[in-house]
């Protein structure tokens, strides 16, 4: 069993900036590969980031095109616990971010992760 747990969500204007934690309980970072995607109305659920380890080669992140440059994705192993700090937001980041967990053989394709939280609202007036 595993669980995922977002927060830190909220109403942020343009260019402000906003951190969310996914907290990991279970065997979720037993898994090599994590990441946060989200989803805004009427549209379909985007890739965002993710971060992937590995004893053999190290860890790497990947992110997508928009949010390079402006978003970063982390995690404490010793606390369980995934991060992604958003700065310089946009209205068109509004949308409700989740995270995922798994070992996703594409970690852009959100039908390759296992786990997923529930997601928590990003809003970003303009």
């Known amino acids: 069993q595993a669980q995922l747990v977002e927060s830190g969500g909220g109403l942020v204007q343009a260019g402000g900036s906003l951190r969310l934690s996914c907290a990991a309980s279970?065997?979720?970072?037993?898994?090599?590969?994590m990441g946060w995607f989200r989803q805004a109305p009427g549209k379909e659920r985007e890739f965002v980031a993710a971060?992937?380890?590995?004893?053999?080669?190290?860890?790497?992140?990947n992110y997508a095109d928009s949010v390079k440059g402006r978003f970063t994705i982390s995690r404490d192993s010793a606390k369980n616990t995934l991060y992604l700090q958003m700065n310089s937001l946009r209205p068109e980041d509004t949308a409700v971010y989740s995270c995922a967990a798994g070992q996703p053989g594409a970690v852009g394709s959100d039908l390759e992760y296992e786990y997923w939280g529930r997601g928590t609202q990003v809003t970003v007036s303009s």
């Open positions: 279970g065997r979720v970072f037993g898994h090599y590969a």
């Open positions: 971060i992937r380890w590995s004893g053999w080669s190290g860890t790497f992140t």
